[in-house]
Every structure is written in structure tokens, then in C-alpha cells.
């Protein structure tokens, strides 16, 4: 009963581990193949060693064993057991002279610059005589004991000397009266005589805009009379200096004069050929009166456009004249 039960149970809630037999075939197929990759290397010269196998069925990993005879006498041997493959040998040493020499020839130059620049920094070496040899330093002075008047003397006349070699150097090349140029950001070349030129132009551009705008605010009678004043000066270039009262232009000039205040205006003022001052027609319909006595223009088509500034000042005026006009007839009947 107990077996009949323990079957049972195995059958039914017993699982066999597949993950097992799984990687012992793994590894096995893996054992399988670094044997059958494997290389044995055979060296022929080294005497005396010795290897021990195993059967067939050891799978190749039994230990190596080597005699002590054997290991000392491969010691002691000097001769080289390796075989030389022909062309290899040669190509290296080819490759290495190649690196020697220019290893070398790096290591000239690199002497040679640091010859020439110790020469370079040496002191100056001036032979007055043939037999007698001076070294005067970098700043004029000579080499050797002396006194400090000799030093400052030396010095001076080398910074002469300089400073005659300067002066006889071309001006141009030395950059004397040249104009200095300017650059912007990216490094272009500033033309600032043109710069100048563009902003006095911008200047008088602007300065014309402003007197054109000042004239066309001014009236057409203002501009009339500004023509009028500079042909008066014109003509005053050829006046005489003193003018007396015969003179027949300054009569003519104050009889064509209007006044405002004159009581025979309105039969001696010499009526143009329906132009006004400016050149224009004179409007000849009925218009509200103002304060200035200017009339519309030929073309005004009779609407009254203003705020009634002008009606409102005529109407307190005359308002302002009734009332004391009336105060006046009200102290006389009392």
C-alpha cells in the first residue's frame, strides 16, 4: 500500500529538474570543443622532457611531468632552440636603423637651434685693433672693470647711434604722417573720412527738412512779405547813404503803404485787379467778420468750418458795448 502510494505520488506532484541535465550537456558539448581545437606543440631541440598520458579515456588532463635532469641541462643550454623565419628578421632591423636615424637626426637639430640661440645671446665682440679685442654687452657698455663715467658714456653713444639709424630711415616706412586705421568688430576697415562725409551730409539733410517745415508753417502773406524784405536788401546795396526828402523811392514806398488807423483808406488804397498780395483772387461774396479783417479764399464754398471763437469774441464785444450803453441811458433818467 505504502509503495502503491509513494508511485502515486511520484507521478502525480513529482517534477524532474530538466535545468540540470541541461547544463552538464552544455558543458559537455563545451569540453568537446576545446578538445578538438586544441594544438599540441612539439619542440623538437628540448631533450629530455618527458610527458606522461594518460589512457585515451583521461581526456588530455593529466598533469605534465618534466625530470630536474632534464630542466638543468635546458638551463645550461646557451645555443637558442627557436628557428629563424627568413625576411622577418631583416624587415625589423631595416625598421629600427630607419627610427635610429631619425631619432638622430631630430636630436642634430634640436643642438643646432640651441647653438644658434646661445650665439645669438652672446655679448657683441668689437676689435678696434687687430691685436686688441673689446666685448661690449646689449646695453653699449663694455665688458670688464670701469668707472661709471665710461659705462654712462658708452650707453649714451649707442642710443645716438640708434637714434641716427632712426632718422635716416624713410618716413613712409616708418609710418610717420600716416593716417590711423580704424577697424570694427569683425575687423574691416573703417573709411572714417567717408563716415564723416555720410554724417554732415545726414546733418544738412536734416537742417533743410527743419527749414522747410518752419517756411511751410508761415502763411502765404508772411512769405510774401519775406520776398518783399529780401528785395529791399538786394536794392540797398546800390542806395545811396543818406536819403533826403525828395527822394522819389522812399516817397514812392511810404505812399503805397497801408495803415490800418488811416481815415482815407477806403478811397485812396489803390485797388488791385481782384489779386490779392500774394498773387491770388479775392473772394467777393459775403463772409463773417474777424478780428484780423482776413477774407476766405477764391475757393471757399461759404461753410463756416471754425469753433465759433470769432462770433462768440463779436458777440460779448457788442454785448460789452450795450450794457454800457445802457448803464449810461439809466444815469441820465434818474
Same mark, same amino acid.
Given at each position: 500500500?505504502?509503495?502503491?502510494?509513494?508511485?502515486?505520488?511520484?507521478?502525480?506532484?513529482?517534477?524532474?529538474?530538466?535545468?540540470?541535465?541541461?547544463? /552538464?550537456?552544455?558543458?559537455?558539448?563545451? *569540453? @568537446?570543443?576545446?578538445?578538438?581545437?586544441?594544438?599540441?606543440?612539439?619542440?623538437?631541440?628540448?631533450?629530455?622532457?618527458?610527458?606522461?598520458?594518460?589512457?585515451?579515456?583521461?581526456?588530455?588532463?593529466?598533469?605534465?611531468?618534466?625530470?630536474?635532469?632534464?630542466?638543468?641541462?635546458?638551463?645550461?643550454?646557451?645555443?637558442?632552440? #627557436?628557428?629563424?623565419?627568413?625576411?622577418?628578421?631583416?624587415?625589423?632591423?631595416?625598421?629600427?636603423?630607419?627610427?635610429?636615424?631619425?631619432?638622430?637626426?631630430?636630436?642634430?637639430?634640436?643642438?643646432?637651434?640651441?647653438?644658434?640661440?646661445? *650665439?645669438?645671446?652672446?655679448?657683441?665682440?668689437?676689435?678696434?685693433?687687430?691685436?686688441?679685442?673689446?666685448?661690449?654687452? @646689449?646695453?653699449?657698455?663694455?665688458?670688464?672693470?670701469?668707472?661709471?663715467?665710461?659705462?654712462?658714456?658708452?650707453?649714451?653713444?649707442?642710443?645716438?647711434?640708434?637714434?641716427? @639709424?632712426?632718422?635716416?630711415?624713410?618716413?613712409?616706412?616708418?609710418?610717420?604722417?600716416?593716417?590711423?586705421?580704424?577697424?570694427?568688430?569683425?575687423?574691416?576697415?573703417?573709411?572714417?573720412?567717408?563716415?564723416?562725409?555720410?554724417? &554732415?551730409?545726414?546733418?544738412?539733410?536734416?537742417?533743410?527738412?527743419?527749414?522747410?517745415?518752419?517756411?511751410?508753417?508761415?502763411?502765404?502773406?508772411?512769405?510774401?512779405? /519775406?520776398?518783399?524784405?529780401?528785395?529791399?536788401?538786394?536794392?540797398?546795396?546800390?542806395?545811396?547813404?543818406?536819403?533826403?526828402?525828395?527822394? *522819389?523811392?522812399?516817397?514812392?514806398?511810404?505812399?503805397?503803404?497801408?495803415? #490800418?488807423?488811416?481815415?482815407?483808406?477806403?478811397?485812396?488804397?489803390?485797388?488791385?485787379?481782384?489779386?490779392?498780395?500774394?498773387?491770388?483772387?479775392?473772394?467777393?461774396?459775403?463772409? /463773417?467778420?474777424?478780428?484780423?479783417?482776413?477774407?476766405?479764399?477764391?475757393?471757399?464754398?461759404?461753410?463756416?468750418?471754425?469753433?465759433?471763437?470769432?462770433?462768440?469774441?463779436? &458777440?460779448?464785444?457788442?454785448?460789452?458795448?450795450?450794457?454800457?450803453?445802457?448803464?449810461?441811458? #439809466?444815469?441820465?433818467?434818474?
Amino acid at each position: 500500500m505504502s509503495s502503491s502510494l509513494a508511485d502515486y505520488l511520484n507521478a502525480k506532484y513529482l517534477t524532474k529538474d530538466e535545468s540540470f541535465d541541461k547544463k /552538464a550537456k552544455k558543458r559537455k558539448r563545451k *569540453e @568537446e570543443r576545446a578538445k578538438a581545437r586544441q594544438v599540441t606543440l612539439v619542440d623538437e631541440d628540448a631533450t629530455g622532457w618527458e610527458r606522461s598520458y594518460h589512457d585515451e579515456d583521461d581526456e588530455g588532463d593529466g598533469p605534465i611531468t618534466v625530470s630536474d635532469r632534464s630542466t638543468a641541462e635546458f638551463r645550461k643550454t646557451k645555443k637558442s632552440g #627557436w628557428n629563424t623565419i627568413s625576411g622577418v628578421s631583416t624587415t625589423k632591423d631595416a625598421e629600427t636603423a630607419a627610427a635610429d636615424a631619425i631619432i638622430a637626426s631630430t636630436a642634430a637639430d634640436i643642438a643646432a637651434s640651441e647653438a644658434a640661440l646661445l *650665439e645669438s645671446e652672446a655679448p657683441t665682440i668689437v676689435a678696434t685693433n687687430p691685436e686688441d679685442e673689446v666685448l661690449i654687452m @646689449e646695453s653699449g657698455a663694455r665688458a670688464g672693470l670701469q668707472s661709471a663715467s665710461q659705462v654712462t658714456a658708452a650707453m649714451k653713444k649707442k642710443r645716438d647711434k640708434e637714434l641716427e @639709424e632712426f632718422k635716416k630711415v624713410n618716413a613712409e616706412e616708418a609710418g610717420k604722417g600716416q593716417e590711423t586705421i580704424y577697424r570694427d568688430a569683425s575687423g574691416r576697415i573703417i573709411n572714417i573720412a567717408m563716415q564723416r562725409a555720410e554724417a &554732415r551730409k545726414r546733418l544738412e539733410e536734416e537742417e533743410s527738412k527743419k527749414r522747410q517745415q518752419k517756411e511751410m508753417n508761415k502763411g502765404v502773406v508772411q512769405l510774401a512779405q /519775406a520776398e518783399e524784405r529780401k528785395k529791399q536788401l538786394e536794392d540797398a546795396k546800390f542806395m545811396k547813404l543818406a536819403r533826403h526828402a525828395d527822394d *522819389e523811392d522812399m516817397n514812392s514806398e511810404l505812399k503805397e503803404k497801408e495803415l #490800418w488807423n488811416d481815415p482815407a483808406m477806403n478811397f485812396l488804397t489803390k485797388k488791385s485787379a481782384g489779386k490779392s498780395k500774394a498773387g491770388f483772387p479775392i473772394y467777393k461774396g459775403a463772409f /463773417a467778420p474777424n478780428r484780423y479783417g482776413i477774407r476766405p479764399g477764391h475757393r471757399w464754398d461759404g461753410v463756416d468750418r471754425g469753433n465759433g471763437t470769432e462770433a462768440l469774441f463779436f &458777440r460779448k464785444n457788442n454785448e460789452r458795448r450795450d450794457r454800457v450803453q445802457q448803464e449810461y441811458a #439809466w444815469e441820465m433818467d434818474v
